[in-house]
């Protein structure tokens, strides 16, 4: 394996050594990547919603709005951050089952799982999750419905700011809308591995 | 008559496939198109700039792929290198065999079947898993896949739903919707009692060591949540000078692919989990795979080196829809695998030369490509190549009578006039095999020569009145 380090350095060398000139990095302007709609963007609240909903996604308006949906839907057991539950449970009414911790013997146990958000990004309407936020990276992707947590302040304008917001955190994840694929004869169907449902909530 | 292996391989294809390949590809290239031109003013701008970028990491590779080895050892991730294909599956091997791993589920990745992992660990008692849709059928199926972003677009929901009954994943049905439940419900419980997770890289940056992986089905996710070990296959190419470069390339790589803004999960991947994250790998692992990607830098092709393999070439490629990607005989079909999979090869380069020549030459690859690349003018590098190294071509017409014909102005003038009685006169019947094969699938226009020649006469007679061209149209 030592070997075959160097072995692949020196042919890249090798390769390499006949060039007179390396190309160079380009310099831009970051802003450059930004589409078109953004030169004129209103409220990225508002904004965020319409990216959002415009890949299936949906927005909680509060916390009671959230329980209100959940249960018209039936889905009434699942998972929650331990430290959001106390600040949830009282919108959220004896029929549903909620647990603070996420048994992956029981996967199929869970219709939703409700996790925090490291952020959100308003030109796609990402939701950010990372390990330093996230308490159970599979209590946010099992359940059919995920449902995250975040903190208005949070919301960034663009991939550019998500960009420069990536940090240190060992893994950071944008979900930008229900898993899905269009594998089968090009046909848009949601819910695969992941949620099939995206919600966000926004706190202060 | 013998023709070209691609060719035969493209004559043979059922109606039902062509169709959905066909369908398929053109419906992914217009709705790319739409949003790019929706969204920018300007998209050439960010493909050229994402193809100097590129460029500048290929030829930079020797003080990069050392300066993200040493990120990478920072961030607490394992490093091993494989010069070859074998020497890729072994390292994945030792990596599952030190922990005693019999059970790998794999996201998506190209270089995994570059490689053949999954035989290579069957036959050492590995279980390995496809969890993409579209993979995991092919794997059912024992098939290959035939487009790189969209394995299955060469089978129709009948064919799915036929596979399913066969591997007792429920009674006949066709419908997209139960067919993708179906396997939502059988791949998680597979997450679940898997040992390590297997995924490629869409991209490595430099600077942070930052890992990149995309999709739309959130496999790769689970397999980085559910198993305690990750193991990252990634070619030597796929790396990124910045974090901030991630904008421009997400941006395009989505649009150009699947004609989204953004695909639904990008993953940024730097280490094993944070402590105190209860899920997700305690170990990660990256092997950097060459497996003839140092030829191909040595070549005079290094530009298709920049693909960070889209799909957009195969979608717009004429010769793709109506010949699917298994006539390509290769991972990587279409007009990127027409370059790279005969240079891969490196000295066994001839028993793929036969694919730059499946081109009209249109130039439709290097317009959508996000990175820019040449690509008809590296088909033409290796068309050159086969004809230098004198490879056979088998189908070629020869060329030698059309050289005396082409240098010798009389004789052409001579062959001009001949040639309209090619009209009269069933071609069935033309004593040249390699114009029977090519009829045989194309219909030879009416005979025009010679029309250029008077255009251009009256044009040197009359200045001006060659302005329009008579009948000669573009």
Request: a positive charge.
């Amino acid at each position: 394996m030592a070997d075959d380090r160097e072995e692949i350095l020196s042919r890249v060398r090798g390769a390499l050594a006949p060039l007179k000139e390396r190309a160079r990095m380009p310099e831009y302007d970051g802003g450059l990547v930004l589409a078109r709609s953004r030169r004129d963007a209103g409220d990225p609240m508002a904004e965020f919603a319409v990216r959002l909903r415009a890949v299936n996604g949906e927005v909680a308006a509060d916390a009671a709005a959230l329980a209100a949906l959940l249960r018209a839907r039936g889905w009434t057991r699942g998972y929650c951050d331990p430290a959001l539950w106390p600040g949830l449970r009282a919108h959220f009414g004896p029929e549903f089952r909620v647990e603070t911790a996420f048994d992956r013997t029981r996967v199929d146990d869970f219709q939703f799982g409700i996790t925090r958000g490291a952020g959100a990004v308003a030109e796609t309407g990402t939701i950010i999750l990372a390990d330093a936020t996230t308490s159970s990276r599979l209590g946010a992707l099992a359940p059919w419905a995920h449902v995250a947590v975040i903190s208005r302040r949070d919301l960034l304008s663009d991939l550019t700011q998500a960009v420069a917001a990536l940090g240190s955190d060992p893994n950071v994840i944008w979900c930008t809308g229900p898993s899905k694929t269009a594998d089968v004869e090009g046909i848009l169907i949601e819910g695969v591995h992941g949620p099939g449902v995206q919600i966000a909530l926004f706190v202060d | 008559m013998r023709t070209q292996r691609i060719d035969q391989a493209a004559a043979r294809l059922g109606a039902e496939t062509r169709a959905a390949v066909y369908d398929g590809a053109k419906i992914g290239h217009e709705k790319r198109t739409k949003l790019l031109f929706d969204h920018y003013a300007d998209p050439n701008r960010l493909r050229e700039l994402a193809g100097e970028i590129k460029q500048h990491v290929v030829e930079n590779l020797d003080t990069y792929l050392p300066a993200v080895e040493a990120r990478l050892v920072a961030n607490g991730v394992k490093v091993h290198w494989a010069s070859t294909a074998e020497a890729a599956c072994e390292a994945v091997h030792a990596i599952l065999r030190a922990r005693g791993a019999t059970k790998l589920v794999k996201a998506k990745t190209m270089v995994s079947e570059e490689i053949e992992l999954e035989g290579y660990l069957r036959e050492r008692g590995i279980e390995s898993l496809e969890t993409d849709l579209g993979e995991f059928i092919v794997q059912l199926d024992h098939d290959r896949p035939s487009h790189i972003i969209k394995p299955i677009i060469h089978k129709n929901r009948r064919q799915i739903a036929e596979l399913f009954e066969r591997n007792g994943l429920g009674a006949y049905n066709d419908e997209p919707q139960v067919i993708t439940q179906r396997a939502r419900q059988f791949l998680r419980h597979k997450y679940l009692g898997a040992d390590a997770g297997l995924t490629g890289a869409n991209f490595m940056v430099a600077e942070s060591g930052r890992l990149v992986v995309v999709t739309n089905e959130g496999n790769s996710r689970f397999c980085l949540a559910a198993t305690r070990c990750h193991i990252a296959l990634v070619g030597i190419e796929k790396i990124l000078p910045r974090d901030r470069d991630l904008a421009l390339f997400l941006n395009l790589l989505a649009r150009s692919g699947t004609a989204q803004q953004l695909s639904v999960y990008n993953e940024f991947i730097l280490g094993p989990r944070a402590p105190g994250q209860p899920d997700g790998p305690e170990e990660m692992h990256v092997v950097f795979v060459d497996n003839g990607r140092t030829n191909v830098l040595a070549s005079s092709c290094r530009e298709i080196l920049r693909c960070i393999r889209c799909g957009a070439c195969l979608n717009v490629c004429p010769v793709y829809r109506q010949a699917g990607g298994h006539a390509y005989r290769s991972v990587y079909p279409g007009p990127v695998g027409a370059v790279l999979s005969p240079l891969l090869l490196g000295r066994r380069f001839p028993e793929k030369a036969d694919l730059p020549k499946a081109s009209s030459l249109c130039g439709a690859c290097n317009e959508v490509c996000p990175v820019n690349i040449p690509i008809p003018d590296l088909l033409l590098r290796l068309r050159d190549r086969a004809h230098t190294e004198r490879v056979p071509s088998p189908g070629t017409p020869p060329m030698g009578a059309w050289s005396i014909l082409a240098s010798q102005p009389a004789a052409w003038k001579v062959a001009l006039f001949g040639g309209r009685f090619l009209d009269h006169f069933p071609r069935s019947l033309v004593p040249v095999p390699a114009l029977r094969a090519w009829e045989s699938s194309r219909d030879l226009p009416k005979w025009r020569g010679g029309e250029f020649r008077r255009w251009l006469k009256l044009r040197r007679k009359r200045p001006g009145a060659g302005q329009s061209s008579p009948g000669i149209t573009p």
